[in-house]
């Protein structure tokens, strides 16, 4: 088994690897659109609590997409090899419209199983996370 961490992608937060090989799959821990090297959210707005005041999904998908690729890239992985992807939006009745769109931009060529879930939250205040699974080898 190998262990993958991105310098391109932002910092776990909790202990696991952006990403561990085993055989031909390689298996990305959740992704969520953080930007390396700071807690900052492409497109979020809190209150001084940390409580969501607004956010952007769209600067979300495309940051969440860009995180995934610097972990397969780090990972001797391309786009072409994700096989499975599994997204947890908070907000499916207001979010899945311009996150289905985007992601028909980033996945127009490599059309890999999917599976999106809506979750009450996630980890940290975002709207977005991806789970994914990749052949490589």
Known sequence: MSVFNADKAPDPVGLYPHARQVGELLFLS???PREKGSKKIPGVELDDDGNI????????????FNNVRAILEASD???DDLV???VFLTNMKDDFATYNRIYAEYFASNQPCRTTV???SLPTP???ELK???VVG
């Open 77 to 79: 992985a391309s786009w």
């Open 30 to 32: 959740g992704v969520g």
């Open 84 to 86: 499975d992807v599994t």
């Open 53 to 64: 005041v607004s956010y952007d999904i769209e600067a979300q998908c495309h940051s969440v």
């Open 118 to 120: 809506e979750v009450n």
């Open 126 to 128: 975002i709207a977005i």
């Open 132 to 134: 994914c699974i990749a």
